[in-house]
Nanobody, 123 residues
């Protein structure tokens, strides 16, 4: 079992930056692949980024490549999503997710989810 808690969301102007954090507690954090997903109002939950258990491999949706960076600090049991050059289309609730094992998933088939944090980008 692992519990996830996101923070860092908020309101930002287009072109601005935010850093989301996801604090994990419970089971051994380093055993888990971690991902970020987002869900805009009335839309499906979409993949944003993922990072493998060791932090050596990262994956991104095409829509965020070059603007977002996922990272993890195993000593702090935390995964981050640095979001730069934000656009109004990035407005959504952002969810942190965890999946045990070494296979990195880019679909919402993660075992554990946080409660989400709202990101709103104004034009």
């Amino acid at each position: 079992q692992v519990q996830l808690a996101e923070s860092g969301g908020g309101l930002v102007q287009a072109g601005g930056s935010l850093r989301l954090s996801c604090a994990a507690s419970g089971d051994t954090f380093r055993r888990f692949t971690m991902g970020w997903f987002r869900q805009a109002l009335g839309k499906e939950r979409d993949f944003v980024a993922a990072i493998n258990w060791s932090g050596t491999s990262t994956y991104y949706a095409d829509s965020v490549k070059g603007r977002f960076t996922i990272s993890r600090n195993s000593a702090m049991n935390t995964v981050y999503l640095q979001m730069n050059s934000l656009k109004p289309d990035d407005t959504a609730v952002y969810y942190c997710a965890a999946h045990p094992g070494i296979v990195v998933l880019t679909t919402p088939q993660y075992d554990y989810w946080g409660q989400g944090t709202q990101v709103t980008v104004s034009s």
